[in-house]
């Protein structure tokens, strides 16, 4: 029996939560589900991020047998110093050879070349998670993700077929004849089927009325997530549904700009932005519908947290949210940026409850069918075990 391929996860940290988000839950999701008989995933935070929530999931790991570490602390006024501490940390802390690195992140891509020699890594993989790799950094985009990764990275993975399509894209990919893989994120489908979370409860810890109609979502506060459109849709849902309020739960930096926009249209008393919240499926409970206005997206994992906690779900037709959401078959799909739009299609659910319910009911089996933990957990493995038999 040969022994265990041993792989090195990157992610940004484990502060799940907030700042991060989706991609870090999968990767400990994932290596909590692969076959620890065949891999040993070793987790491997880029940061620190010193909020409740790190020491949480790193201690879940650890409980289940998976080694866990940071190789520094976050320091958002120099990024640039804090990779390289967190460099610095790791081959301080992790000396042992490694099969792969598989890297999750923009900075893990980086990290992943430079530790390669370091950990006497044979392959290595990333996962691209996102549709825009360095949305604010273009230069980087050119030289690494068009430049560098199609040349240094064994495989690569996409989250999404539009993924996928712009790795393919790349000039020296299709030189190189370098094919990306396709490679759904997936989620812990149990955590989401609870019957033991009271509602009520929950609404009255939010200070949300018992009867009110909520209309939530789940995500890091950004440019990305499209949050303006979602409350300016609000005026117009209030018109027809006095009673309903807007639920956004996450943290990050525009939520000052959130709360003004909620301001200025005079809806201050019907939008709740809680900030982060640890356990994320009680709040499924509480939704009336679930709304992605994301302007893109990779794969998001809160869609397929809506849909298997059998929450109707209306979602931006970006790459990513298409290829969970089936038009007027399993949640329905609207254009990104269009407050309107998105005015008529939460009113139409709301009145419509049973066409709701029918697009929820379709909506958990897809993901249940789909998106299964163990089934992107084997796909894992597999790759993993071609790769280091030279398939």
């Not at 570490?69 to 120099?78: E, I």
């Not at 990333?126 to 064994?154: C, I, M, Q, S």
């Amino acid at each position: 029996m040969r022994p265990r391929i041993r792989v090195l996860q990157i992610i940004s940290g484990f502060a799940v939560e907030s700042p991060l988000g989706g991609i870090e839950r999968f990767v400990i999701e994932l290596s909590k589900a692969i076959d620890n008989e065949s891999c040993e995933p070793i987790v491997f935070g880029l940061w620190d991020w010193h909020t409740p929530y790190d020491d949480t999931w790193q201690r879940q790991l650890v409980v289940a047998g998976i080694r866990a570490f940071t190789g520094a602390s976050w320091n958002a006024h120099s990024p640039y110093t804090a990779f390289w501490e967190s460099m610095r940390g790791i081959r301080r802390i992790f000396t042992e050879p490694v099969d792969i690195i598989h890297s999750h992140s923009q900075f893990g891509d980086i990290a992943a070349l430079y530790l390669r020699q370091h950990l006497q890594a044979e392959k290595l993989i990333r996962t691209v998670h996102n549709e825009r790799e360095w949305p604010k950094r273009p230069w980087r985009r050119f030289l690494l993700t068009n430049g560098v990764f199609p040349l240094a990275y064994d495989v690569e993975l996409g989250v999404s077929k539009r993924v996928v399509k712009n790795l393919e894209s790349r000039p020296l990919a299709r030189l190189f004849r370098k094919k990306p893989v396709l490679a759904y994120n997936a989620l812990n489908a149990d955590r989401f089927a609870r019957k033991d979370i009271d509602g009520t409860i929950v609404r009255q810890e939010l200070g949300l009325p018992i009867d009110a109609i909520i209309v939530g979502s789940v995500g890091r506060l950004t440019k990305q997530k499209g949050y303006e459109f979602l409350v300016r849709s609000f005026p117009g849902i209030l018109q027809q549904f006095p009673n309903a309020y807007l639920l956004i739960v996450g943290g990050g930096e525009l939520k000052e700009d959130i709360e003004g926009e909620a301001r200025r249209l005079g809806i201050t008393d019907r939008v709740c932005i809680p900030g982060p919240v640890t356990n994320i499926e009680r709040i499924y409970t509480v939704l009336d519908l679930f709304v992605s206005s994301s302007l893109w997206e990779g794969l998001p994992t809160v869609i397929m947290e809506a849909m298997v906690s059998q929450v109707p779900v209306i979602a931006t037709a970006v790459s990513g949210n298409t290829e969970l959401v089936r038009h007027r078959q399993t949640g329905l799909l609207i254009p990104s940026g269009d407050s309107q739009v998105l005015t008529t299609a939460v009113n139409q659910l709301l009145h419509d409850r049973s066409f709701a319910r029918q697009l929820a009911a379709a909506a958990g089996r897809h993901v249940l069918a789909h998106f299964s933990m163990s089934a992107v957990a084997k796909q894992h493995l597999d790759l993993y075990s071609a790769l280091i038999d030279g398939v």
